[in-house]
């Protein structure tokens, strides 16, 4: 079975600052996908960035980038000057990849990151 | 492109009752999957449904159940409500075929057993 291991509870940060969120995750799979999904209080939640395993790049979006390292099996994420609307529960989260289409997410506990002007 | 509708948002029930909780997809989404989101066990994967088969389940009792209508709208049935069901049910979407592993979440239900 699959873990989602995110050790930050919660973090803050200042406005314009940057921020890395970590996640490490465990699985026998070789094929599968890596997700950040943000989560904002009492709102619906959304994918901030995914990652392919098989692609070595590290995935970017705007002023969200990742770490992906393989081998560690870690998926850390970066927020570049940041915001006030970034405030929000981030969820690392995987999914193994599948022919078959069933995508089943599972998730880590999450980072409560709070922005702070 | 309207997003993913679940109804109602937010619902109070009593222990032993039973609820129903509606999920709309994305237009054109054939996938929908459910979630239970507590502060205790956090986001926990309950099922999933296509061309209105479940495909598969995660680990809860039968007393979690849902179905998939041809229109791909889904809803889910919680009988016998325990206090421990009180969560945030969310519903998600998902374009299948494209095998992007993307899922488009709503806005969730929110439930609360007394």
């Known amino acids: 079975a699959q873990t989602v291991t995110q050790s930050q509870p919660e973090m803050s940060v200042q406005e314009a600052e940057t921020v890395t969120l970590s996640c490490t995750y465990d699985t026998s799979e070789n094929n599968y996908y890596l997700f950040w999904y943000k989560q904002p209080p009492s709102r619906q939640m959304i994918l901030v960035i995914r990652q392919e395993a098989y692609k070595q790049q590290n995935a970017t979006e705007n002023r969200f980038s990742v770490n992906f390292k393989k081998a560690s099996k870690s998926f850390s994420l970066k927020i570049s000057d940041s915001q006030l609307g970034d405030t929000a529960m981030y969820f690392c989260?995987?999914?193994?990849?599948?022919?078959?289409?069933?995508?089943?997410?599972?998730f880590g506990t999450g980072t409560r990151l709070l922005v702070s002007p | 492109k309207a997003g993913v509708t679940q109804t109602p948002r937010y619902l109070i029930k009593t222990r032993g009752q039973q609820v129903t909780l509606s999920c709309s997809p994305i237009s054109g989404h054939r996938s929908v999957s459910w979630y239970q989101q507590t502060p205790g066990q956090g986001l926990q994967f309950l099922f999933e449904?296509?061309?209105?088969?479940?495909?598969n389940k995660g680990n809860f009792p039968g007393r979690f159940s849902g179905r998939q209508f041809s229109n791909s709208r889904s809803e889910m049935n919680v009988s016998t409500l325990e206090l421990g069901d009180s969560a945030l049910y969310l519903c998600a979407s998902s374009p299948v075929g494209e095998n992007t592993g993307e899922l488009f979440f709503g806005e969730g239900s929110r439930l609360t057993v007394l």
């Open positions: 449904y296509f061309s209105e088969t479940q495909r």
């Open positions: 989260a995987f999914m193994k990849q599948k022919n078959t289409g069933f995508q089943k997410l599972v």
